[in-house]
């Protein structure tokens, strides 16, 4: 009989019982990683099309939802936004403008 300190590898399985199978652990996403995975699917997506500045493309749709994020988390305080992300305020002013969210 089997006592609760049993585990599945201390123990036969009776007739009827069945492990479950263990679903893989995930590594937690690293902003490196998300870079990487939504890179190589827009290559993927671009098929023979021929790109051009790639670089200002994707500073342009990562600046937005990092200025947005910095200033939720900093309760839209633009000072402390703006160290959060290691600009000058005005510079941070000047990109929010720039972006329309001024």
């Known amino acids: 009989m089997s006592t609760s300190a049993d585990t599945p590898s201390d123990r036969s399985l009776s007739d009827g019982e069945f492990l479950m199978p263990q679903a893989p652990v995930q590594q937690p996403s690293t902003l490196r990683k998300d870079v990487e995975r939504a890179m190589s699917q827009y290559f993927a997506n671009l098929g023979d099309e021929t ?5 200002q493309l994707v500073l342009n749709e990562v600046e ?5 994020a910095a200033l939720r988390h900093s309760g839209s305080n633009q000072s402390k936004a703006s160290i959060m992300l290691g600009l000058n305020r005005g510079t941070l002013r000047k990109k929010l403008k720039q972006h329309g969210m001024l």
Request: charged content about 10%.
């Open 51 to 55: 790109v051009t500045n790639l670089y």
């Open 64 to 68: 937005v939802p990092l200025l947005e």
